[in-house]
């Protein structure tokens, strides 16, 4: 990722997206298709952007490429949307509040 401009994932199918936890922790914008868990691991218009189409996946890399302050600001919106939503540290927690609730039951 250290040279990357942006990270296009083009995946008809992801289960989770571990890959797109780590481009965005890299500071890198995301280019992704609009499926499967991939609307849920990364914002889109905040972390980079989703595509449907061919031409939007072609649109989408041109406008990352062509504005250096909005792929900066992509990248630094997914570093913070990893620190809060998949450092281990929270994880844990939300995994031991889910425990707790359940206990209550």
């Known amino acids: 990722y250290q040279h990357a401009t942006a990270f296009v994932h083009a995946s008809y199918y ?11 922790a890299a500071g890198i ?10 609307p849920h691991v990364m914002p889109d218009n905040q972390a ?23 792929a900066k600001s992509f990248g630094e919106h997914g570093k913070q949307h990893v620190r809060n939503n998949f ?6 927690k939300t ?3 889910i425990y707790e609730e359940l206990e209550r039951k």
């Open 95 to 97: 995994l031991l509040g």
């Open 48 to 70: 980079g952007l989703l595509f449907e189409t061919h031409d939007d996946l072609v649109q989408h890399i041109l406008t990352i490429c062509d504005n250096a302050n909005l």
């Open 87 to 92: 450092l281990w540290e929270n994880s844990i």
């Open 29 to 38: 914008p995301v280019i992704a298709r609009n499926t499967s868990a991939i």
């Open 14 to 24: 992801e289960a989770f997206g571990i890959v797109l936890i780590e481009a965005m």
